[in-house]
């Protein structure tokens, strides 16, 4: 069975940190680039940070440059999003997503089921 399971999300307060996790099952997770993405009410989701299947490359979103940092254990089949400085603005339900490319013009990408995030004093 294909998942892939993200975890950490939670209630802090503005300028704290949290660090979410998501593990991938059922397909070949070192193959797959992942990416992170949120979405609130009413709005289209909001691709944050990007890394590629190695984890030789990273892409960051405005919105987080300098305060996000995604890195991934492929022995673990888990990819994280280390977010400091937090704030308000940031609350949101945070998504994982796989992505790799399968033929000239097709693409597999898998969805988690997202964790919440709320930052509020």
């Known amino acids: 069975q294909v998942q892939l399971v993200e975890s950490g999300g939670d209630l802090v307060q503005p300028g704290e940190s949290l660090r979410l996790s998501c593990v991938g099952s059922?397909?070949?997770?070192?193959?797959?680039?992942m990416r992170w993405f949120r979405q609130t009410p009413g709005r289209d989701r909001e691709f944050l940070t990007s890394?590629?299947?190695?984890?030789?490359?990273?892409m960051y979103a405005n919105s987080v440059k300098g305060r996000f940092t995604i890195s991934r254990d492929n022995a673990e089949n888990t990819v994280f999003l280390q977010m400091n400085n937090l704030r308000p603005e940031d609350t949101a339900v945070y998504y994982c997503?796989?992505?790799?490319?399968?033929?000239?013009?097709?693409?597999?990408?898998?969805w988690g089921q997202g964790t919440q995030v709320i930052v509020s004093s």
């Open positions: 997503s796989a992505r790799r490319p399968t033929g000239p013009t097709t693409i597999d990408t898998k």
């Open positions: 059922g397909f070949p997770f070192s193959q797959y680039a």
């Open positions: 890394i590629t299947a190695d984890g030789g490359v990273t």
